[in-house]
């Protein structure tokens, strides 16, 4: 710690501001001009800085709630639901009970104590108690130690973490815009592939091409151990994922897989809520499925193809248009049989598909690229944090 730096409890250097709600049921409590922010209002911001709440209060709302005002330029900590979310008031604002406002001393520069708050979310998180949900007290806040450097220290600091840090979101931005760019590419070149017909290509319906049937739609018991089944939550648009999957016994299995055995090669499509996913099964399986499409691939046809084409927008969009349901969307299976599809020859399949194969690993080493750009990104942020509040920037 450089000389001339002191350790300070924050209830030192800061008054900590309880928040409060005023009753819902009041209607003059609420709609005046009082900023009243919460912390899931908080969690949207993209910017420290609020000059303005979705939710306003009376004077009257103010008066009959804990619910207290805080001055601009306090820093607002969420302390429940989640721990950590902060920003700063650029105008008298107070909150809801899920928050602390953290009133500066004139000794500490309110931004300096905005980016304390922030290298120490992690800390702050595990000093929060609750089964529910994990709440921060204001007694526990005001124990946390801070740095406190000379005001003109603090100064120099917030400069240089105002300037990194504008740079590393400009960059973020990129990385996160190119991330978007590299899966539009491809986007782009399936939904070319299949937006019009080519020569030689022939319409049919998926029920005429492909035997199109579909798991069970009953509830099996669930087991401790056992054999997977395969929901519509386990296809993501990279593949089929195993890692929520629920277990069912050997009897169910069986009588799943009477009707509806999966088998290497077929092709997979959820059926309800997030409607599409297709997957290719590239493994030996030992798994049922449960309100999912099964497509088992004949001689003379490429399931990969059926994959591609069951990907592009305008079959997805089609079927969320035309799917059933009100709470949750689905298709049914004879819907997916009289599914209308433009199929060419199983030479031209394959060389569409050798084709988006190349291009989808070329996006994909590509979107590995920018995230991992991204990851990079969040570190230099905690080394710099860091570095500013042991004296070493």
């Known amino acids: 710690m450089k000389a001339g730096w002191e350790m300070k409890r924050l209830g030192d250097v800061c008054e900590v501001i309880n928040g409060g709600t005023p009753k819902t049921g009041v209607n003059e409590y609420w709609d005046g001009w009082h900023l009243w922010i919460t912390p899931a209002e908080m969690g949207k911001r993209q910017s420290p800085f ?11 709302g103010l008066r009959n709630s804990s619910a207290r005002m805080l001055p601009p330029y306090s820093v607002i900590l ?26 500066p001393a004139k000794n500490l520069n309110y931004k300096f ?29 005001k124990e946390v130690i801070i740095p406190i450097p000379p005001l003109p220290e603090q ?17 973020k931005a990129n990385a996160e815009k190119n991330l978007k760019n590299a899966r539009a590419l491809f986007d782009s070149y ?16 998926l029920g005429e091409i492909y035997d199109v049937r579909d798991g069970t739609h009953d509830s099996p018991q669930y087991q401790v151990s056992g054999y997977p089944l395969v929901t519509s939550k386990n296809l993501k648009r990279n593949g089929l994922f195993f890692d929520d999957v629920r277990l069912i016994s050997e009897e169910d299995y069986k009588k799943i897989n009477v009707r ?17 996913n297709p997957t290719l099964v590239t493994i030996e399986p030992n798994f049922a499925i449960k309100n999912v499409a099964l497509f088992k691939i004949p001689y003379g046809q490429c399931g990969a193809f059926l994959k591609y084409y069951l990907s592009s927008e305008w079959v997805i969009s089609k079927m969320m248009n035309e799917a059933k349901g009100t709470t949750q969307k689905f298709v049914g299976l004879g819907y997916l049989r009289n599914f209308s599809i433009n199929i060419p020859s199983l030479t031209t399949q394959y060389e569409i598909v050798e084709r ?22 969040d570190e230099l942020k905690k080394s710099m944090l860091h570095q500013a509040f042991t004296g070493e920037l």
């Open 155 to 171: 100064q120099r600091i917030v400069a240089l973490l105002d300037e990194a840090f504008a740079a590393i979101a400009t960059a």
């Open 190 to 205: 399936l939904n070319a592939v299949f937006a019009k017909r080519g020569d030689g290509w022939v319409e049919g319906r």
């Open 50 to 60: 609020v000059g303005d709440t979705e939710r306003k209060i009376t004077d009257l």
């Open 113 to 141: 104590l905005y980016y304390y708050c922030v290298s120490i979310v992690d800390l702050l998180n595990l000093l929060g108690t609750g089964a529910t949900f994990k709440e921060l007290s204001g007694s526990k806040l």
């Open 260 to 276: 509806s055995a999966v088998n290497k090669g077929d092709v997979l499509l959820a059926m309800i809520g997030t409607i599409g």
């Open 78 to 103: 969420s302390s429940r639901a989640p721990i950590g979310h902060l920003v700063i008031n650029t105008d008298p604002m107070a909150t809801n009970q899920g928050c602390k406002g953290l009133i």
């Open 356 to 377: 988006l194969d190349d291009l989808l690993v070329e996006c994909n080493r590509l979107e590995a690229i920018y995230r991992q750009k991204l990851v990079a990104l």
